[in-house]
């Protein structure tokens, strides 16, 4: 089992730049892809990001591309989310997940594919 916490949320202003942290305890994520999903108010849980076991690949959903970056760090069993630039629209509970892959570039977008959930962290952007 892997049980995954994010940590870094907070009520920020437009424009503004936050880092989101997932810590991995239980087992060592080394050969899981990790990926950040959120869900906004009223709104259903969408990808955000996705990075593969050995970092070589990384995808991002089209609303973020550019703004925010995907990192880990095995050492430290965690993976990171750099969000800059931050919208109002970028308000939501931020998840963070694990995949087991069978690929070192393997990774995926879809929330069924996922093997571990965090409990999430809120950002909220205020305009």
């Known amino acids: 089992q892997v049980q995954l916490v994010e940590s870094g949320g907070g009520l920020v202003q437009a424009g503004d730049s936050l880092r989101l942290s997932c810590a991995a305890s239980?087992?060592?994520?080394?050969?899981?892809?990790m990926a950040w999903f959120r869900q906004a108010p009223g709104k259903e849980r969408e990808f955000v990001s996705a990075?593969?076991?050995?970092?070589?690949?990384?995808s991002y959903a089209d609303s973020v591309k550019g703004r925010f970056t995907i990192s880990r760090d095995d050492a430290k069993n965690s993976a990171y989310l750099q969000m800059n630039s931050l919208k109002p629209e970028d308000t939501a509970v931020y998840y963070c997940?694990?995949?087991?892959?069978?690929?070192?570039?393997?990774?995926?977008?879809?929330?069924?594919?996922?093997?571990?959930w965090g409990k999430g962290t809120l950002v909220t952007v205020s305009a």
């Open positions: 990075i593969s076991p050995n970092g070589g690949r990384t």
């Open positions: 239980g087992r060592t994520v080394t050969g899981y892809a």
């Open positions: 997940a694990a995949q087991i892959s069978a690929s070192p570039y393997g990774l995926r977008r879809d929330q069924k594919g996922m093997d571990y």
